[in-house]
């Protein structure tokens, strides 16, 4: 009976120790969102008052409000809109106000098109009469209200219409608009996925004049993609993108003058082969913006253009031995000044220039890197931004004077801090989270950044993440034979005994720019790699040369070789990590997405002897099958750079694969084709290498939908247990 005892006794000993220490599931994780923290959704600063909106959703009656708030007191002030008021508000997914916050234009039943693009039905709603007006009977794009309220300009099939709001009237502006031709207004795919914007008109401040951007993409490749669907024949989506090396949409600049209901074309016949990155007025109503880059990235020039002669004028010239970064920082003021900001010192940094695009004062300065301008505060002369001057992994929030003295860090803890301020600059609110940190909201005022009250937090989550007994990532520098000194984070399963060996799984990205290692709250992919830490995994991170944060000259090293300085930083890592004593370095794996799986491809390739395994996801294998921008940025042409296109092509080194190799790929990925997964696995096969793929037909990039993110994951880790 005594041995009963015992038996029974550490039978609830370890049942209940194991309640205590709950294991993550890849259902916790694709399937429950158990994880899921809370959050303020469609947060907006007002521009007239001191306060902000944020737009609701209530659970039980299933309805959507866009509520007022006072940043000073954090409490509502009102209501503006909640659907149950009006029928034809099924939902809200999303809003944006008239210069004067007095009406709302709310979209819903949205249609996604691409990354950024999408169609979807528009509402007016007048705040004071609360009523409701349907801007179209049809779904529109990129609506945008005229600055005196009265007009709405937007994109439909191809052309540009404005409609006025008292009378009802659609004025159609453009007429020559046709698919895979002709676009007016709206970019084409390869501005809106690497210059990250869709909307290519904007009015002027008095709203007599509409400035748009007309996309001929007549001579543009086009590609084809099949879409199996449920019908008993495929069907094909075509559009256009050019591949690296191809012909570009021929771009073009029109003024619409809205009174005298005319068109006028602005010569820019000084430029060949060029872009139009970005497009805003300045406060002089006459006189409109345009940054204008070659086809190699590397001569920026800002263009002030007037609106009713056309004529035009470079106030600022940037150019760069690799590529000039276009910014969207900059910021009029009262007197035609202008904010700037630019990596023309090594760094990237704040400028001040006058309207004659003469420099006034370079705002900050150091080794560090602003990574975010949140405005300028005239009343005051208050420059707000955020940096990395804390460290390369961590952001924090400053002000600062025009003058570049009286610096002032807001923000105190150390993590990832991010601001949206009140129109007034009197407060805001500061969104913080680190890696064992969940996110968090408060309210700060702005003299030195004290908090105030706080807003939402995700204390709940991180009580019930205390019954998982997580591992954390431990952060530190890795430095490689070669001495390069990376970022780097490692993260051990929570029973880790330095006496053991453990297999070790590498994660990255590594595209130019990007960061991985970032003391931020946990994504999914986080989670993941912690549920792997807990079936005794070491996960690591690595960003190595070519990503961002740490200055131009480490970025931009990788120019027009990509692939071959990230590809040699992720194997002399694992080399590093290798020789830990704990680390099994016969079981050394590598894994990533998009260019993390160009990446993972490259390193079981070329690091044969360093990597067991390597799952690449969605990956470039050469970066001709990609899209002009983007790729030229980093590697120029093809035809001017072709050994750097093909040296670091995992295609052309399948010959020397030891290892396991798992391949996953959409077949409708529009951003990196099936194309690229098709050729690896031919050049595979031809090479009478074994492999393994998972083909995800009907998926694009993201592979997604029902519950194939879990299916995918589950594939992975299998993938992991049985050859790691």
Known sequence: MNHFNKVIFLFLFISFAAIGQQKITLEDIWASGAFRTKGMDALQAMKKTNQYTVLNFDRASKTFQIDLYDFATLKKVSTLVDSKNHVELSSIDSYTFNEAETQLLIALNSEQIYRHSSVADFYIYDIAAKTLQ????????????????????????????VFDIASKKHTQITNDGKKNAIINGITDWVYEEEFAFVRAF??????????YVKFDESNVPEFSMDVFGKELYPSQEVFKYPKAGEKNA????????????????????????????RMKWTNEANFLSIQVLNRHQNNLDLLFIEAKTGTTKVVLNEKDTAYVEVTDNLTFLQDNSFIWTSEKDGFNHIYHYDKSGKLRNQITKGNWEVTSYYGFDEKNGQVYYQSVENGSINRDVYKI???????????????????????????????????????????????????????????????????????????????????????????????????????????????????????????????????????????????????????????????????????????????????????????????????????????????????????????????RFYDSIYTERYMQ?????ASGYDDNSPINHVDKLKGNYLIIHGTADDNVHFQNATRMIRALQLANKQFDQAIYPDTNHGIYGGKIRLQLYTKMTNYINQNL
Not at 202 to 211: P, Q, R, V
Not at 252 to 275: E, K, Q, W
Request: one cysteine or more.
């Open 134 to 161: 349907k801007v179209a009977d049809y779904k529109i794009q990129e609506p945008t209200f005229s600055p005196d309220g009265k007009k709405i300009a937007y994109g439909y099939q191809n052309n540009l219409y």
């Open 202 to 211: 904007d009015w002027n401040k008095s709203g007599t004049h509409l400035a």
């Open 250 to 277: 021929l771009v073009s600049l029109h003024i619409y003058d809205v009174v005298a209901n005319s068109t006028n074309t602005i010569n820019l016949g000084l430029y060949n082969d060029f872009y139009i990155a």
């Open 401 to 623: 004077k025009l003058d570049g003295k009286n610096k002032v860090r807001l923000t105190q803890k150390t993590g990832t801090n991010k601001a949206t301020f009140s129109p007034n600059f009197q407060f805001f609110i500061n969104s913080f989270s680190s890696t064992t940190e969940p996110t968090a909201y408060t309210l700060h005022e702005s003299k030195a950044g004290m908090q105030v009250q706080s807003i939402v937090d995700n204390a709940e989550l991180a009580t019930k993440l205390e019954k998982y007994n997580l591992p954390t990532k431990e952060f530190f520098e890795l430095t490689t034979e070669k001495g390069h000194k990376l970022n780097s984070y490692i993260i051990k399963p929570k029973d880790f005994d330095a006496s053991k060996k453990y297999p070790l799984l590498l994660f990255q990205y590594s595209g130019p720019g990007s960061q991985q290692v970032a003391n931020q709250w946990l994504g999914a992919n986080d989670y993941w790699h912690m549920m792997l830490a807990q079936q005794g995994y070491l996960v690591a991170c690595v960003d190595g040369r070519g990503t961002g944060f740490k200055g131009a000259a480490f970025k931009k090293v990788t120019q027009k070789e990509l692939g071959k300085y990230e590809v040699e930083d992720q194997i002399d890592a694992a080399k590093v990590l290798g020789n830990y004593a704990y680390v099994d370095k016969a079981r050394i794996g590598i894994w990533g997405w998009s260019y993390g799986g160009f990446m993972s491809s490259n390193c079981i390739l070329k690091g044969n002897d360093v990597f067991k395994m390597a799952i690449a996801v969605a990956p470039v294998t050469n970066w």
């Open 637 to 641: 042409t093809p035809q001017e750079n």
